[in-house]
C-alpha cells in the first residue's frame, strides 16, 4: 500500500502497526515450533528405541566446539537484546555497534560449524553407504582431531554398545540423521536471521530506528532469540547423550 | 451507509468509476499488486488452472475404469494418473481455493479494514505457490510420480522410480504459501477489525476462516519438516523413515497424517463458512445460534488435530490408540452436527428462495450429510477393517471435499461474483449448471460406496467384470460433472465482462462487503464504516428494503413492533 512516512496505507496508528507486526512474528514463531516439532518427534522416537547408538553417536561430536557454540550463540543473543534496547532508547551508534556484533558472534557459529561438518565427513560419520561409527576407533591415524585416550574409551564404549545392539552401525546413521536434519535446519533458520540483521544493520546506518520507530528491530530480535532457544534445545540433545563417565 | 441502497429493482445501475479493478492498469500494477482483492483474482487464475489440470488426471482415471482390463494406460500410467489427481487437486487446488480467493478478497471487506495486515505477504504467499506449482509441474511433465498423494515411505524414498524430489519440494515450498495466508488472516482478524465490529458481530465466514487459519499455522509446518525429511532421505541418505538403517515408515503416517487429517477441515471450513452467510440470506433470517456455529468452528479445529490416527488403524497401531482415536473421530462429528442442524434451523419458519448460490448451499447440505455420516462408518473399527482403502472411502471423502467443498466454493463464487466483478452472472443457465453439478456429482460417487461395499479396492487399474456397471455409472456420472465445471468458468467468465450491472448489493445481504461499491474501490470503504448492527439483523435493517415479516419493514415506513421479540 502507499507508504507515509514509517505507516503502513491499511493502518490508522503507528501503535496499531506495531503490536500487528509483534502478533505476526509471534504467530510465526509458533509455525516454527511445530515446524522443529516435527523432527525433534521422531529424534525422541528414535533415542528411546536406539539409545545405545544415541549415545554412541552422540559420544563421537566434540562437546568442547559444542559448548563454545552455545556460549556464542548465548553471547549474541545478548548483544542481540542490547541492540533492541539501543533502538528502543535511541541510542543509534550503540545499535549499529551491537547489531554488527551480533551478526560476527553468527558467523563465528557458521565456522564452527563448518568445521563440525568437515569432521564428520573426514570421520566417516555421514549417513550414507561409507557411514561407519567404528572409522576413528579402528584408524586412529586418520582422526589426528581426536585424543588418543578419548578413542582408547571410545573403543571400550563401542564394543560394549556393538553386544547390545548388534546392528549399531545402522542405527548410528539414524543419530546421525538427525544431527544433521536438526543442525542443518537451524543453521538455515541462522542464515535467514544472518540475513535479516544486515538489513537492520543497513537502515541503522541511514539511522531510521529510534524510539518512535522500532519495530523491525524488535521483531527480527524475537526471531533471533528463538533461533538460540533452538540451539538450546538442540546443544542437550545431540551433544550430552551419556557422555563418557 | 449512503451507498448501500441501491437492489436489484433499481434502475440504470452503473459501475463505480473508479474501483479496484481499473484503479491501475498494465501487467504489472497485477503482478505486484499488494491489493487483496486483486491477490485473490491472481489466485482465482493460477487455483482454476490446476482445477482443470486436475480434472483432467481424474477424467483419464474414469475413461481408464470403462472395462475391467482397463483399456487405455498401462498399470504404470494409471498410478502417475491418480497421484497427480490427487496432489494438484489437495494441494494446489482445495487447500487454497477457498482461503486464499475467497477469504482473501473478503476478509478485509468483512470486517471493514483497508487490507489485511500485511499486503505484501500476501503476494508472497502467491508466488510461493506458483513456486511450488512450477516444482510439481515439472515433476508431472518429467514422467510425473506414483506414489500415491500420501508419499507413504519407504516407496517414496527408496523405491520410486518416478519424480517424486521435485514434486515433495513443490508441495514443501507450497506450505509456506498456506503458513503465511493462515497468519495473515489470524493477524487480520485481531487487529484489523473497523470500530464495533466485535468478536460476535464478525460474519460467521470469517470465524470459519479463523479456525482454519489455526489449522494451517498449528498443521502445516509439520507437513512441511515431514516431506523436508523426506525429500532429505531420497535426495541426501538421511533415514528416518528407512527401515534399512532402523527407521519407522508408520513415523511418517503419523507425521504426515498429524496435518492431512486436519487439512481436510482446511478444504470444509472455509466452505461451511459461505453455507453460513448463503442460508441466511436466502432464507432472509437471522442465522440460528450464531454463537454455537462459530463455536463449533473452532471445536473442529482444535478436536480435528486429534483424530489423524483413523487413517491408520490397519498398520498394527495399538488396539488401544486405536480405540481412543476412533472415539475421538466421532466426537469431531458433533461440531459438524451442530452447523448442519443450525442451518437446517435457520431454514425454518424462513423465506427461502432459490437462487443459484442457495442451489449449491442446499447441494452442499445433501452432500455434506452423506460424506459425514459415511464418516463415522469409517471411524468405526470393525467397519474400517471392511472398507479400509476401498471404493467406499474414495467415495466417503468426494461427498466431503467435491460435494462439500466444492460446492460450497462455487456457491461463494456465485454469491460474490457480483462483489468482485460488479456484475451479473445468468442466472437460469447457472441453475442449470448447478443440477448438472449436483446430478453428475451423485451419479460419480454414488455407484463407489457400493464398490467399495463390495469389496472394489482402490488405486487398483483393474477390476472383476462384475463391477463394471457402476464402474461405467461412475465415468458417465464424470462426464457430465465435467460439463457442470466448464459451463460455471464460461458464463462467469463472460458474466465478468458482458453481464448485468449488479449495483452494490443485489440479494440483498447484510454483510459488512455489500455496503460498498462493486466492484470495491482500492481501499475498500470511502469511509471506515463503524458497525453497529448484529450479523445476519435482517430484521432490523431498514436500508436493505426488505419486507420481512416482523421486520421495521421497507425503507422509509414506520417501524413495526416484532410479534415475538427476537426469534
Request: some cysteine.
Amino acid at each position: 500500500m502507499h507508504r507515509t512516512g514509517a505507516l503502513y496505507g491499511q493502518f490508522k496508528t503507528l501503535e496499531q502497526q506495531k503490536d500487528t507486526a509483534s502478533l505476526g512474528m509471534w504467530i510465526f514463531l509458533v509455525t516454527e515450533v511445530m515446524f522443529f516439532g516435527g523432527i525433534m518427534l521422531a529424534y525422541t522416537i528414535n533415542r528411546h528405541t536406539y539409545f545405545h547408538a544415541f549415545a554412541m553417536g552422540s559420544n563421537t561430536l566434540s562437546l568442547k566446539l559444542g559448548t563454545f557454540n552455545t556460549v556464542v550463540l548465548l553471547a549474541s543473543s545478548f548483544t542481540m537484546a542490547m541492540g533492541v534496547w539501543s533502538a528502543q532508547t535511541g541510542k543509534k551508534q550503540l545499535l549499529t555497534m551491537f547489531l554488527s556484533l551480533t551478526i560476527i558472534l553468527g558467523f563465528v557459529f557458521f565456522g564452527v560449524k563448518y568445521v563440525e561438518y568437515a569432521q564428520k565427513f573426514h570421520h566417516h560419520l555421514v549417513p550414507g553407504r561409507n557411514f561407519d561409527i567404528t572409522y576413528c576407533v579402528s584408524n586412529p591415524s586418520a582422526c589426528p582431531d581426536i585424543d588418543a585416550e578419548d578413542l582408547a574409551i571410545e573403543r571400550k564404549e563401542i564394543d560394549e554398545a556393538m553386544e547390545a545392539d548388534p546392528d549399531l552401525n545402522a542405527h548410528a546413521q539414524l543419530y546421525y540423521s538427525a544431527y544433521f536434519g536438526m543442525t542443518g535446519l537451524h543453521a538455515l533458520h541462522m542464515i535467514i536471521g544472518a540475513g535479516l540483521l544486515f538489513w537492520l544493520l543497513r537502515n541503522s546506518f541511514a539511522g531510521i530506528y529510534g524510539p518512535v520507530w522500532n519495530t523491525p528491530v524488535d521483531i527480527v530480535g524475537l526471531y533471533w532469540h528463538f533461533v538460540d532457544i533452538v540451539w538450546i534445545f538442540l546443544f542437550p540433545l545431540l551433544y550430552l547423550i551419556d557422555r563418557h563417565k | 451507509m449512503s451507498t448501500a441502497s441501491a437492489t436489484s429493482t433499481g434502475p440504470a445501475l452503473k459501475l463505480p468509476e473508479k474501483n479496484y479493478l481499473n484503479s491501475t492498469y498494465g501487467i504489472r500494477s497485477w503482478l505486484l499488486t499488494t491489493d487483496h482483492k486483486r491477490i485473490a483474482l491472481l489466485y482465482l487464475v493460477t487455483v482454476t488452472f490446476f482445477f482443470f489440470v486436475g480434472g483432467f488426471f481424474a477424467m483419464m482415471i474414469r475413461l481408464h475404469l470403462l472395462t475391467p482390463s482397463g483399456y487405455l494406460l498401462s498399470a504404470d500410467t494409471y498410478n502417475r494418473m491418480f497421484t497427480m489427481h490427487g496432489v494438484a487437486m489437495i494441494f494446489f487446488f482445495l487447500i487454497p481455493s477457498i482461503p486464499a480467493i475467497l477469504g482473501n478478497f473478503l476478509i478485509p471487506l468483512m470486517i471493514g479494514a483497508k487490507d489485511l495486515a500485511f499486503p505484501r505477504i500476501n503476494l508472497l504467499s502467491w508466488y510461493i505457490y506458483i513456486i511450488g506449482g512450477t516444482f510439481t509441474l515439472y515433476s508431472m511433465v518429467t514422467g510425473g510420480l506414483d506414489t500415491g498423494w500420501t508419499f507413504y515411505t519407504p516407496l517414496s524414498t527408496v523405491y520410486s522410480n518416478s519424480a517424486v524430489a521435485p514434486a515433495v519440494v513443490g508441495i514443501f515450498i507450497t506450505g509456506f504459501s498456506s503458513i503465511l495466508t493462515g497468519l495473515n488472516f489470524l493477524v487480520t482478524v485481531h487487529t484489523m477489525r473497523a470500530p464495533g465490529m466485535t468478536w460476535f458481530r464478525l460474519p460467521l465466514f470469517v470465524w470459519a476462516h479463523y479456525a482454519t487459519s489455526v489449522v494451517m499455522i498449528l498443521g502445516t509446518p509439520v507437513v512441511a519438516i515431514t516431506l523436508g525429511l523426506a525429500a532429505m532421505e531420497r535426495v541426501f541418505g538421511l533415514g528416518f523413515f528407512n527401515p534399512a538403517m532402523g527407521g519407522d515408515p508408520i513415523l511418517f503416517q503419523h507425521l504426515f497424517w498429524f496435518y492431512s487429517h486436519p487439512a481436510v477441515y482446511i478444504m470444509i471450513l472455509p466452505a461451511m463458512g459461505v453455507i453460513s452467510e448463503l442460508i441466511p440470506t436466502f432464507a432472509r433470517k437471522k442465522l440460528f445460534g450464531y454463537h454455537f456455529v462459530a463455536a463449533a468452528s473452532l471445536a473442529i479445529a482444535v478436536i480435528g488435530f486429534l483424530v489423524w490416527t483413523h487413517h491408520m488403524f490397519l498398520t498394527g497401531q495399538s488396539t488401544y490408540a486405536a480405540i481412543a482415536f476412533s472415539f475421538l473421530t466421532f466426537l469431531v462429528a458433533i461440531p459438524s452436527a451442530i452447523k448442519t442442524f443450525n442451518w437446517t434451523a435457520t431454514l425454518f419458519g424462513g423465506s427461502i428462495s432459490f437462487d443459484t448460490p442457495m442451489l449449491y448451499a442446499f447441494g452442499f447440505l445433501g452432500l455434506f450429510l452423506i460424506g459425514g455420516l459415511t464418516g463415522l462408518f469409517l471411524g468405526c473399527l470393525g467397519v474400517d477393517m471392511h472398507v479400509h482403502d476401498t471404493y467406499f472411502v474414495v467415495a466417503h471423502f468426494h461427498y466431503i471435499m467435491v460435494g462439500g467443498a466444492v460446492m460450497g466454493y462455487l456457491g461463494g463464487l456465485h454469491f460474490w461474483w457480483p462483489k468482485i466483478t460488479g456484475r451479473m452472472y445468468p442466472e437460469w443457465l447457472a441453475r442449470i449448471a448447478a443440477l448438472v453439478l449436483f446430478v453428475g456429482f451423485n451419479l460419480t460417487f454414488f455407484p463407489q460406496f457400493v464398490l467399495g461395499y463390495l469389496g472394489m479396492p482402490r488405486r487398483y487399474h483393474v477390476y472383476p467384470p462384475e463391477f463394471q456397471v457402476y464402474n461405467v455409472m461412475s465415468t458417465a456420472g464424470a462426464s457430465i460433472l465435467a460439463i457442470g465445471y466448464l459451463l460455471p468458468m464460461v458464463y462467469l467468465t463472460w458474466a465478468a465482462f458482458y453481464g448485468k450491472v449488479a449495483g452494490n448489493n443485489p440479494w440483498p445481504a447484510t454483510g459488512l462487503e455489500w455496503t460498498t461499491a462493486s466492484p470495491p474501490p482500492t481501499e475498500n470503504f470511502e469511509v471506515t464504516p463503524v458497525v453497529t448492527w448484529e450479523p445476519y439483523d435482517f430484521h432490523n435493517r431498514p436500508e436493505l428494503g426488505l419486507d420481512v415479516p416482523g421486520s421495521r419493514g421497507p425503507a422509509g415506513n414506520p417501524a413495526v413492533a416484532p410479534a415475538h421479540g427476537d426469534d
